[in-house]
């Protein structure tokens, strides 16, 4: 295919997530050589200030600074469309967006906007507490009327120690996720992995794997369409992504 674009990967949040994203980009576009992939840039910044540790007022260190660097690096390199796989970080898009000259999707907005297409009408998330104190899921849920449900105290206690005790030091231990994903499920239409590391948690044995929508396969899919490749091998709740993609974003 001619006449792709080089995709900037705004990375380091985590390092980890960032490594993964890139593979879901390589791995899942069509392609039978070299050439037939997208040229991506890779900006993984780790000293990027914690996200959600600002959000809630435990630091008075930014993120944006880090990352507007990121993006002035990723821009110089020829980065046309530039991935943030970072939920949390998506409580700083509007600003980003506005000082880029690059397109930036938003990876919550483009989840919710996925969610709404398979029909949800109450969406259980599973995130940050960054991400859920600033409240970018809701106001995307409420906008395509879609409710959003959050964790209680202790589930939310629970999914936050596996982000950062566990799968950014690189030991996921999946069966409480796998519990609170069910306790979503039982009055909820989907589940949403609303932080790109629990998007490292293979759910493919998971009893409900295709009510589980993971916001890293659809920032990937899309961002993989917008620089004008074909994604494939997604898992099959992602089947038909292209005409999704064309009809709604």
Same mark, same amino acid.
């Given at each position: 295919?001619?006449? !792709?674009?080089?995709?900037?990967? #705004?990375?380091?949040?985590?390092?980890?997530?960032? =490594?993964?994203? $890139?593979?879901?980009? @390589?791995?899942?576009?069509?392609?039978?050589?070299?050439?037939?992939?997208?040229?991506?840039?890779?900006?993984? @910044?780790?000293?990027?200030?914690?996200?959600? =540790?600002?959000?809630?007022?435990k630091s008075k260190k930014s993120p944006v600074p880090s990352m507007k660097t990121a993006i002035d690096h990723l821009v110089r390199g020829g980065a046309e469309i530039i991935a943030v796989p970072c939920n949390t970080a998506a409580a700083f898009h509007a600003e980003l967006e506005k000082y880029s000259?690059? !397109?930036?999707?938003?990876?919550?907005?483009?989840?919710?906007? +996925?969610?709404?297409?398979?029909?949800?009408? /109450?969406?259980?998330?599973?995130?940050?507490?960054?991400?859920?104190?600033?409240?970018?899921?809701?106001?995307?849920?409420?906008?395509?009327?879609?409710?959003?449900? +959050?964790?209680?105290?202790?589930?939310?206690?629970?999914?936050?120690? =596996?982000?950062?005790? !566990?799968?950014?030091?690189?030991?996921?231990?999946?069966? =409480?996720?796998?519990?609170?994903?069910?306790? +979503? $499920?039982?009055?909820?239409?989907?589940?949403?992995?609303?932080?790109?590391? #629990?998007?490292?948690?293979?759910?493919? !044995?998971?009893?409900?794997?295709?009510?589980?929508?993971?916001?890293? /396969?659809? $920032?990937?899919?899309?961002?993989?369409?917008?620089?004008?490749?074909?994604?494939?091998?997604?898992?099959?709740?992602?089947?038909?992504? /292209?005409?999704?993609?064309?009809?709604?974003?």
């Amino acid at each position: 295919m001619t006449n !792709k674009k080089t995709l900037g990967i #705004l990375g380091g949040m985590g390092p980890l997530a960032s =490594e993964f994203f $890139l593979r879901l980009i @390589v791995e899942h576009t069509k392609a039978v050589r070299d050439s037939d992939h997208i040229d991506i840039l890779l900006s993984s @910044v780790a000293s990027t200030p914690d996200r959600t =540790e600002y959000i809630l007022g435990k630091s008075k260190k930014s993120p944006v600074p880090s990352m507007k660097t990121a993006i002035d690096h990723l821009v110089r390199g020829g980065a046309e469309i530039i991935a943030v796989p970072c939920n949390t970080a998506a409580a700083f898009h509007a600003e980003l967006e506005k000082y880029s000259s690059a !397109k930036i999707p938003n990876i919550v907005e483009e989840t919710v906007r +996925f969610a709404r297409h398979l029909g949800a009408k /109450r969406l259980g998330i599973m995130a940050t507490s960054g991400t859920v104190r600033c409240g970018t899921y809701q106001n995307e849920c409420k906008e395509h009327g879609i409710e959003a449900v +959050f964790p209680n105290c202790a589930e939310q206690a629970a999914i936050m120690d =596996e982000i950062y005790s !566990k799968i950014k030091a690189g030991s996921a231990k999946v069966n =409480e996720i796998y519990r609170i994903s069910n306790a +979503f $499920l039982s009055h909820c239409d989907f589940v949403v992995l609303g932080c790109t590391e #629990l998007s490292m948690i293979d759910f493919s !044995k998971f009893d409900d794997a295709d009510r589980v929508i993971d916001s890293a /396969r659809v $920032l990937a899919a899309g961002s993989i369409l917008q620089c004008g490749a074909e994604p494939v091998g997604f898992e099959r709740i992602y089947d038909n992504f /292209r005409r999704y993609y064309e009809k709604v974003i």
